[in-house]
């Protein structure tokens, strides 16, 4: 489960990324919303999986309350995913 916590993690973070640093740009610089609309559905899946992976996870990696909502926050910074997964993930 930890690897499938990995996969997800990584492409939550560069889905974010992508739709935060391009397809919102492009929608608000050039009226375009076609990259949003592509961007935006994957994303918002893999975001809900990654917290309900957070939450199948957490016991398993026996982390506590204070760990488990950093890296539930971490999905909303960007390249957040990307320091839980150095932090958190590859020391497991």
């Known amino acids: 489960m930890k690897k499938a916590f990995r996969l997800i993690s990584f492409l939550e973070g560069v889905s974010y990324l ?11 610089f050039q009226g375009n919303e076609l990259y949003v609309k592509i961007l935006g559905m994957p994303h918002g899946i893999l975001f809900i999986g990654y ?5 199948l996870i957490q016991k398993k990696m026996k982390w506590n309350l204070k760990t488990t909502l950093v890296i539930s926050l971490a999905s909303i910074i ?3 995913t990307f320091y839980v997964d150095i932090k958190y993930l590859r020391s497991f």
Not at 51 to 55: A, H, M, N, V
């Open 18 to 28: 992508l739709l935060l640093f391009i397809a919102v740009p492009i929608k608000y």
């Open 51 to 55: 917290i309900l992976l957070l939450i």
């Open 78 to 80: 960007p390249f957040g």
